[in-house]
């Protein structure tokens, strides 16, 4: 599962989005660390997860 974010920087700097992005996103962490093949990334762009 990959959680898309371009905060104009090489790597997703979580400090640059919004409160309810970063909550989000921790909530997204929480919910897909409950599947053991899953795995849940936040990438600038969907090519980074290759």
């Not at 371009?6 to 989000?24: N, Y």
């Amino acid at each position: 599962m990959a959680e898309t974010k371009d905060t104009g920087t090489p790597i997703v700097d979580l400090s640059k989005l919004s409160a309810d992005e970063q909550m989000k996103i921790k909530c997204g962490k929480a919910h897909f660390n409950e599947f053991n093949n899953l795995k849940y990334k936040v990438v600038n762009k969907v090519g980074q997860l290759i």
